[in-house]
């Protein structure tokens, strides 16, 4: 252990503490001691585990505000989505479909990452900031209106209605306005949503100690410097966004086989959506990839397990989010907190003493 | 974040996960029994477990909480008229602010619970996220309010509201019918799945009918405040009637700015508007003569819906609306079918499923929201949607003051 | 006709998005935060007007006072409980959480007391709408207060920052904090002011948005707030006369939008043309460029 440097046993510790949970969680459903909505949460809490760290990417490593991740993850969904429909029949050996539907989802969430990338280039901060959610906003508003089906003759778009497609008797209509897609195979499971984290955790954690990370912390604590030893920021900035949102596409993938109804409605994938997940990656700590993932597991089952407290649940949920908010970051309860740890160990240290 | 910080950070974490898991394990031989020979009802008491699902919070919690109540309130009719079959129903209802995975969230949650049928969920999309955990638990779901086509899909699941192709259906058969008029605007909200469907249907069978669609306007959730714009190009497609496939909030803001405008087409809904005169303080005037097609109407002169509506009041302190009113129809359709299928509350959740199946399409059912109501195997409520207009008279109250009230006429 | 119909409506529209993000825009440019719960205050105001009006018979004078007064007391207090704690924090995103914690807790608030119905708004203006040619173009009262309202603000928050020592507090406070500070200004006392104006703002805001747009529900101000945020960037954030402006601009591209390309895509149309603006333009419309430097 010695001999590994100190980021490679972070990063170690990162994979054994989610493959650890993954063998508790497995023993423990195999004696049967799972509950229903414990079972109901495995999923989703690795689709928010990859979009806290893929996020964190952007927020903690290269220091730039974003509130349309849930945009990437739309897209992903949909793309992902729309893959198995189209070849439910074709390809019917479900795991390997599903391969490919996480790669498709993720290469055009990407490719939209890419595209966003740009306007980056010239924005900075709150600027930067609304742009995405900007984005975001666009993308779940074209989502909401797009008709897709396909018969014998090729695919169909329209803007208007399923109607004004012109699906032949044989057609399939894929998505149907607001209405979504419905009936996506179900290939969603705990495993594939942890070997996910695995992969994004593994990215995310050799892009962050290798020279590219090192020169995209850089360029987060001093632009200008950065540039000025010819460290190429379009580049980085470019290719952060790229893979945060690749990494964001591949959970929607996750996302919309895991439950067969997908629509843009609502919540989902708006900027409310984009903001919770900021709330996992402030709350863990900007930069640090252990505790997204550590805060996306316990924010997202909280509110799940305050339902005892029913109308008051999302009260108290805003209370806790406050106060801790105000504990972890306030310096004067750092402060408090430190005195604090001081006189604990300074009383143990006294007791030791006697003890001796 | 510093040390402290993520010691407690890990402290939460850990208390958070295995928390769950040692309740898990304590109910756990209960649930594992349950796949087996299904005494896990016998086990937790000898009642029926019945859940519901829908949004309490969130911008759809005025459907949800609606729902959640009345259906609380015929729970306790039952219960204290000796129960289902002489047994005593449990009810609890979890939030799933209008979202599909948290939708399913509850749904875990109830089950965890001891739900043995579900009466949810309240909106469409959850609802067909739903549907698919009770189908591959084969447990009995009766939705109130859930109105896609595809809510329902399976044959475990039915509904006590109109499916929204069936209304637009409707809508459109009595606008060209009855010769309402030839030119006729839409407004709808193309990001809801409950408007965006009866759209549709509508505009389909427009092509059947005597009058033509000369302006189809949409809105979304995000922009949902300013109508003028959709109420000007209809305006300017000289439209005499204006179909409001929509929600009673939106419509209200619809009718005053068409005021403001001068503008005055008839104006036509679906069950959605229902509730439009129960705004608080919204001025009565402008729903004057709005025509909506509806199964149910808070001042409907029957016994029934008066002692309900009565009781709702004295409850809660407001007047239901049809999601309350559908899901008070859907305990007691749930109670006459339990009582049809003869089902005990030692039945497995699969056993019980299968009976109220079979019950669901021998039943005739009399509620505030249809009289006759009978079903298909497909889940398909059949009974006859009610048209009326909405009228506007002045009273003098008993100290001289004078307001208006609203009801609603047969046409 | 039916375009200047569409351009008139678009401008009552955008008023009403200047008005909320001229409060926004004296918060975001001086305190350098994103206040999410903004919004939520708005709503605050508007149930605070719709309560003394409707339940205790207040005129509409004395009820937009009382919430005014409310909202005030109310921003104060989010700042000092919620925000201030956090002003030094290490990251800037620490306060923006926290105000998306208030922002939850004040709409839960809303729903359980008032409940989730919504409430017709009773409007503050009365006032006969203006018809030109021959009643083909009418402009509602309610907009042309709203427009009057907006530029009384506009024009009073100009002059406030601009003449008065607290105003010239608050343009301190807002270029460098500990600057500030060493000339002996109270930076507390500034953001509480500022906050409080603000807050103020914002329940005048939400009476007019509310008299326009008479439907209220707890969640009421959270678009329209997001709607202000984007006018307050979109004008050049911190720029009051550029708040105003991005206001009137969304209003309008927003309803020309739904009228003349597709009122499906009205949002996509905006936020599109937005992006546009700050590609070109990458500080806003009037906002000011700061060269950075190490």
């Known amino acids: 252990m010695k001999k590994l440097s100190k980021s490679t046993k972070n990063s170690l510790i990162n994979y054994g503490m989610v493959i650890a949970l993954y063998a508790i969680v497995m023993i423990i459903q195999l004696c049967g001691g799972l509950s229903n ?32 991740h849930a945009g990437f993850m739309c897209i992903g969904a949909y793309t992902g989505a729309i893959f198995s429909k189209l070849t439910e029949d074709t390809i019917t050996v479900a795991p390997i479909r599903f391969t490919i539907a996480i790669i498709i989802g993720a290469a055009f969430a990407a490719l939209f990452g890419a595209l966003i990338g740009i306007p980056v280039l010239r924005l900075k901060g709150d600027y930067l900031a609304i742009v995405t959610l900007a984005f975001g906003e666009i993308i779940k508003n074209l989502v909401n209106v797009i008709n897709f089906g396909v018969d014998s003759n090729g695919l169909h778009f329209s803007l208007k209605s399923a109607m004004d497609m012109g699906l032949a008797e044989d057609g399939k209509i894929i998505i149907k306005g607001a209405q979504g897609i419905s009936g996506t195979p179900q290939d969603s499971n705990f495993t594939v949503g942890i070997v996910l984290v695995l992969i994004t955790l593994f990215i995310v954690q050799n892009l962050v100690n290798s020279r590219d990370g090192r020169a995209i912390m850089a360029i987060r604590d001093n632009r200008i410097a950065a540039e000025s030893v010819g460290i190429n920021i379009t580049k980085y900035k470019l290719m952060v966004f790229t893979i945060s949102a690749a990494l964001a596409g591949a959970a929607g993938v996750l996302y919309s086989h895991n439950f067969s109804t997908l629509t843009s409605a609502g919540d989902k994938f708006n900027y ?79 007791k030791e003493e006697t003890q001796a | 974040m510093n040390k402290f910080a993520k010691k407690l950070m890990a402290l939460g974490l850990s208390a958070m996960m295995t928390v769950p898991f040692l309740t898990a394990c304590g109910g756990g031989s209960e649930s594992g029994s ?115 086509v595809e809510s329902i899909k399976y044959d475990n699941a039915f509904r006590v509201c109109f499916s929204d192709p069936n209304q637009g259906l409707g809508s459109a058969k009595y606008i060209g019918e009855n010769g309402l008029a030839s030119k006729v605007a839409v407004i709808y909200n193309s990001s809801d799945v409950y408007s965006s469907g009866i759209y549709e249907k509508f505009s389909a069978e427009a092509a059947n009918q005597p009058f033509e669609i000369v302006a189809a306007e ?22 005499e009637l204006v179909f409001l496939p ?20 008839k104006f036509f809904g679906c069950d959605g508007l229902d509730g439009i005169l129960n705004v608080e303080n919204f001025d009565l005037n402008l729903t004057k003569d709005v025509m909506l097609l509806t199964p149910f109407a808070a001042d409907a002169q029957d016994e029934k819906t008066q002692k309900f509506v ?92 004078k307001t208006l009230t609203g009801s609603y006429k047969a046409m | ?169 608050m343009k301190a406070v807002s270029e460098d904090k500990g600057a500030a500070q060493l000339m002996g200004i109270n930076v507390n006392a500034t953001i509480s002011l500022t906050f409080a104006i603000g807050s103020a703002l914002a329940a005048v805001a939400g009476a007019l948005m ?85």
């Open chain 1, 272 to 350: 409310n959506a984009s903001i919770m997940i900021l709330v996992y990656v402030v709350l863990g700590g900007i930069g640090n990839i252990r505790g997204s993932v550590i805060a996306a597991v316990i924010l997202y089952i909280l509110p799940e397990k305050l339902r005892f407290l029913s109308d008051y649940r999302m009260l108290v949920y805003a209370i806790v989010l406050i106060v801790v908010m105000l504990f972890n970051w306030s310096p004067k309860a750092k402060e408090f907190k430190e005195t604090v740890s001081y006189k604990i160990k300074a009383m143990f240290a006294k």
């Open chain 2, 310 to 401: 009565s009781d709702y009041k004295a409850a809660y302190g407001d007047v239901p609306n049809q999601f309350a009113a559908d899901a008070y129809d859907a305990i007691y359709i749930i109670k006459a079918a339990a009582e049809k299928a003869g089902i005990t509350p030692d039945m497995s959740t699969s056993d019980m499923a299968d009976a109220m199946k079979k019950a669901m399409t021998e039943i005739t059912y009399d509620g505030l929201t249809g009289a006759g109501m009978v079903w298909s195997a497909d889940g398909e409520p059949t009974k006859a949607p009610k048209a009326v207009v909405i009228a506007v008279e002045e009273v003098t109250n008993d100290d001289g003051t």
């Open chain 1, 37 to 68: 909505s414990m079972k109901g949460f495995l999923v989703p809490v690795c689709i928010y585990v990859i979009m806290a760290v893929s996020l964190n990417l952007v927020v903690g490593i290269l220091g730039e505000l974003s509130l349309g």
């Open chain 2, 218 to 239: 949409a809105f979304t959730d995000d922009s949902k405040t300013d109508f003028t714009v959709q109420l000007q190009k209809a305006k300017d497609a000289g439209a």
């Open chain 3, 1 to 169: 006709m039916s375009f200047l119909n569409h351009l008139i409506n678009g401008f009552s529209l955008g008023s009403v998005y200047a008005i909320i993000a001229l409060g926004y825009t004296m918060v975001y440019g001086i305190a350098k935060m994103l206040n999410f719960a903004h919004g939520d205050v708005i709503m605050v105001g508007a149930f605070a007007v719709f309560i003394s009006m409707t339940s205790m018979g207040a005129s509409a004078l004395l009820s937009l006072i009382i919430a005014m007064a409310v909202c005030t007391a109310l921003g104060v207090l989010i700042e000092k409980v919620a925000y201030r704690p956090l002003r030094n924090a290490s990251s800037s995103l620490a306060v923006l959480i926290t105000a998306i914690g208030v922002s939850y807790l004040l709409q839960n608030l809303a729903l359980l007391i008032f409940g989730a119905d919504s409430k017709s708004f009773t409007s503050i203006v009365d006032l006969k709408a203006v018809k030109l040619f021959d009643g083909q173009v009418s402009i509602s009262g309610t907009a042309i207060v709203t427009i009057t309202a907006c530029i009384v603000i506009m024009i009073g928050l100009t002059l406030f920052v601009n003449k008065t020592k607290a105003g010239q507090a």
């Open chain 3, 210 to 294: 509310c008299s326009a747009y008479p439907n209220l529900t707890p969640y009421s101000g959270t678009m329209p707030g997001i709607k202000a945020f984007v006018a307050a960037v979109f004008g050049g954030i911190g720029s009051i006369p550029g708040a105003m402006i991005g206001g009137l601009l969304i209003g309008i591209i927003e309803n020309i939008g739904k009228a003349y390309i597709s009122s499906q895509m009205a949002d996509a149309i905006v936020f599109a043309i937005l992006v546009v603006v700050l590609l070109i333009k990458p500080t806003g419309i009037l906002g000011k460029n700061i060269q950075e430097k190490v």
């Open chain 2, 246 to 265: 929509i929600y009673y909030q939106e419509a209200s803001l619809i009718l005053q700015q068409a005021a403001t405008m001068e503008f005055a087409p």
């Open chain 2, 34 to 148: 349950a796949s087996n020979g299904g005494d896990s009802a016998s086990a937790s008491g000898t009642v029926f477990k019945i859940g519901g699902i829908g949004p309490v919070t969130g911008g759809a919690a005025v459907y949800g909480l609606a729902v959640k109540n009345a259906a609380e309130m015929a729970v306790k009719e039952i219960n204290a008229a000796g129960g289902i079959n002489g047994v005593q129903v449990e009810f609890k209802f979890e939030d799933d602010v209008h979202d599909a995975e948290k939708s399913v969230n509850a749904y875990n949650t109830l089950k965890d619970w001891g739900m043995q049928m579900l009466m949810g969920t309240v909106t469409s999309t959850p609802c067909q996220a739903v549907v698919e955990e009770t189908h591959k638990d084969n447990m009995f779901q009766l939705t109130p309010s859930g109105s896609a």
